[in-house]
């Protein structure tokens, strides 16, 4: 059996429950603040962005959350996911090591965004909500928001990314395929990107400036709300389908993880792999070891500060303690366009501090030298995000070639790269280059973070 | 069970064996023909091209052809397929039929060419071959083929149709991401190219060209050699892989189709879905009608001619009795690049010469309307290729609400539509129109076909 190629899940074995990880810690994370009064929100305060079965979600500390039958129907789609052997792999790199990924690439939207987008879309029907805003960066999370509301009947208007918008028309042609109407951000439709446009008329924008675009439509209208695609709490829950079913697989060939990793951005990925595996951690039943990999132009858990901070640009939502580079930074533009996020989920962010995961940060050009061996061997080609965490999964697999270690690695391809081979180009024409961080603007723009006692 | 969104099977159920559609026949289809002498070709005269290996099973007669290990090792890592019941489309259309599809999209190229590409490369690399040259339209069999080449070691030079190189360049992008070498077609590099673009020096390019610049470039040397991603009989053969799979999994359900539909540009994904089940009706254990749909403006069964004519522009290739609309026909350019094709598979035109299925041709727009359809509520994007099949698909499922008939429709969705959003764009601009077939360039290309007797 530990030969087989993928390993598969009966769509009776698909999860009837997410798993809400707050249920096992010591402590929960810290609560968002008021941007004014700096003062704890209630679940009232979110009330105009989201629907309260969502709001209930963020806030909740059970253990296990039902999913519903509307939203399990339309997971049958594409899950459950395969879980790869990464034979072709191991045997190129020549390691006794055992390489397993989650494979979240089949479904409609090509990544993992679509398990939240569409218990997301389902709760706000199901409340009558008629219209979703959202901001997206690469075009993941637009793309699964757009498919998603399409299975709800619902509508969707997408604030997508400036840059991305020009270099990646397509995905916006996925979106509008699906009925959504999409827009460039900065955008003239909302006050938040007015004043970007009217300083810098020429902005690529930012997924901070999106986020704002998107809150703001949400805001001005009674019967629309706003979707995030990473980030909160019931994101990370939804997610969580995915390191459950790992579970379920890597059982069926009797393997345990020695090591998961993951590639961060705004954190469900990583979240949704690694919670579930963090359960049985914490209870004793295995001892993996567990690797965040951020980009090092974007490393908000390795360089970033662990304090209050507003989710996107202009302020507008509530303040949460995160790691963070300061919500006005913005990322140099690197080819992971869903990694450009200037801060890290709470909750991730609180459990890096309790110290129940590692991180490291590492170059493009590393990533996408992964990317090609990965690509040549498995014939998946990898999103950008991804590599990231496959780059992590060879070295280590080309460390147990030194010690004969016969670990078994777990990792996450969270998304295929059919809509970014402009990435693949750029690499093979040897135009990537590694770029650092930016210290100095980070630093300028942590000035502009507001200082919360606590 | 009927209820299963996904119909999959364990790996342990991939076929062994390929199926030979020959063997079942009443009379063999008439022997290829050598373009100067028009006597009939021995299987000697492929040599230079093909390895014996694949020219062997070109003129087989046996039922069954084994499928080596190392080529089932390479199909694991996305066969079996699955079978989807199309449910959601099923409550869309308010109907009492059952519409199922294959999807082949889950290839590593995103479609079914890779089910040939593979055993190709293998069988090359056996004997010996150190490059594969091909042509390629749409860029699916240039996908398939730099994929299936990575695997086993192999050079690959592909020849793109120049409109394609130029309308969807992210084609070629993955291509040389799995190490391939891309020409837009015609090019200098050849003999053939050059004839081309000394009279049409803005040449978009087609099929035919291509094919005979990789043909030619197979020619002139010796360690490398030709692959055809459709047509012959070797690759048809291949394609059954998707059949094979297709009655284990109706057999799981316990559905029999009463319609079996396939588009059709060079024939073998139509094959690949219908040959098994045609083994199954001439043996009288099933009885489904069994539809091919062809574009409109490229109606090569429903208003071609049977007879000998080359596969090529140039007339290099040998002389096949094929559906054909001339051999330098080149038809407008619509969406469906893959079914840009002037003739179709010899063997698929003998069938149907011996009343085995029917043929009809569709408008693109049509086509789209249903791919529309079919993503707002399947999820999948598809190529603008199976829309042909899809669109065929809805008709008779919204007949069957006027019938109330529970008909069984099974159709082939062949890939994916990631690379192929610039037709959505113009789709949903309103600025694609129905392209109908041109009578008098066909008639003049009809008369340049060579006249042969028999």
Redesign the interface.
């Known amino acids: 059996m530990a030969d087989?190629?993928?390993i598969?899940l009966?769509?009776s074995e698909l999860p009837t429950h997410w798993y809400n990880v707050v249920a096992d810690l010591p402590a929960p994370p810290p609560p968002p603040l008021h941007p004014g009064t700096h003062e704890p929100i209630g679940p009232e305060a979110l009330a105009p962005l989201f629907p309260m079965a969502l709001i209930e979600q963020e806030v909740s500390g059970e253990r296990y959350v039902p999913i519903p039958e509307e939203v399990r129907?339309v997971y049958?789609?594409?899950r459950p996911s395969p879980l790869y052997r990464a034979s072709?792999l191991e045997r190129a790199l020549d390691t006794p090591a055992r390489i397993y990924f989650k494979y979240e690439g089949?479904?409609?939207?090509?990544s993992h965004k679509p398990n939240t987008a569409v218990p997301q879309a389902y709760y706000n029907a199901a409340e009558g909500v008629q219209r979703l805003t959202t901001e997206t960066g690469a075009g993941q999370w637009g793309s699964a928001l757009a498919?998603a509301a399409?299975?709800f009947g619902l509508g969707c208007e997408v604030w997508q990314v400036a840059a991305s918008f020009i270099q990646k028309?397509?995905r916006a042609?996925?979106m509008?395929?699906?009925?959504a109407t999409v827009h460039s951000s900065p955008s003239e439709l909302t006050e938040a990107g007015r004043a970007v446009l009217a300083d810098h008329p020429d902005s690529p924008g930012s997924l901070g400036i999106a986020i704002s675009e998107a809150v703001e439509a949400a805001m001005a209208d009674e019967e629309t709300k706003y979707a995030l695609g990473s980030v909160l709490n019931h994101v990370l829950l939804h997610q969580t389908v995915i390191g459950e079913e790992a579970l379920a697989q890597l059982a069926k060939v009797g393997d345990t993880p020695d090591l998961i990793v993951g590639c961060t951005g705004g954190g469900s990925n990583f979240a949704g792999l690694f919670f579930p595996f963090l359960r049985e951690k914490l209870a004793g039943r295995i001892d993996p070891h567990i690797l965040a990999v951020e980009p090092a132009a974007c490393p908000t858990l390795t360089k970033g500060e662990y304090r209050y901070d507003f989710g996107d640009v202009a302020g507008m939502t509530p303040l949460m303690k995160m790691h963070t580079l300061g919500h006005d930074f913005i990322p140099d533009p690197i080819h992971a366009g869903g990694l450009r996020y200037h801060g890290m989920s709470p909750l991730i962010s609180h459990l890096y501090e309790l110290g129940m995961f590692e991180a490291e940060a590492i170059d493009q050009t590393a990533c996408f030298e992964a990317a090609?061996t990965f690509?040549?061997?498995?014939?998946?080609?990898p999103a950008p995000e991804p590599t990231h965490a496959l780059a992590a999964a060879v070295r280590e697999a080309e460390a147990c070639k030194e010690t004969g270690e016969e670990k078994v690695i777990l990792t996450a391809l969270c998304g295929?790269g059919?809509?970014d081979?402009?990435a693949?180009?750029a690499y093979?024409a040897g135009e990537l280059s590694d770029l650092d961080y930016s210290q100095e603007r980070v630093a300028e723009a942590m000035s502009r973070v507001p200082v919360v006692d606590g």
Chains 1, 2 share one sequence.
């Not at 089949?106 to 090509?110: L, Q």
């Open positions: 087989q190629t993928k598969l009966d769509e129907d049958r789609l594409w072709r089949v479904s409609p939207a090509g498919f399409a299975q028309p397509y042609s996925m509008r395929t699906w009925g090609l690509a040549r061997t498995q014939g998946i080609v295929h059919h809509f081979m402009a693949y180009d093979l």
